[in-house]
């Protein structure tokens, strides 16, 4: 069993930041990728930033050099550490651990950015 716990949703004006944690738990493999999704309303599920265990990371164009991703492996849990936000940022951010070929998710943690 694997849980995953997020924080760190809140709402921001726009310009301003926001860091989000995910603890994972449970069975959690030493190889893994650990991430970030976010949905808006109305729209798909898209990937945000991810992190492999080794620290090799990817972004979603529309938050490179803005957003930064981290991993603390002894705790097993993840940052994102989101600057510069934009109104367009607003959605549910969801944190995601990949591993034996199974996707874990949290509940989701909602970020608002007014304008």
């Known amino acids: 069993q694997v849980q995953l716990v997020e924080s760190g949703g809140g709402l921001v004006q726009a310009g301003g930041s926001l860091r989000l944690s995910c603890a994972a738990s449970g069975s959690i493999f030493r190889s893994n990728v650990m991430g970030w999704y976010r949905q808006a309303d109305g729209k798909q599920r898209e990937l945000v930033a991810a992190?492999?265990?080794?620290?090799?990371?990817n972004y979603a164009d529309s938050v490179k050099g803005r957003f930064a991703i981290s991993r603390d492996n002894a705790k097993n849990t993840v940052y994102l550490q989101m600057n510069s936000l934009k109104p367009e940022d607003k959605a549910v951010y969801y944190c995601?651990?990949?591993?034996?070929?199974?996707?874990?998710w949290g509940e989701g943690t909602l970020v608002t950015v007014s304008s």
């Open positions: 992190i492999t265990s080794g620290g090799s990371t």
């Open positions: 995601d651990v990949a591993m034996g070929g199974m996707d874990y």
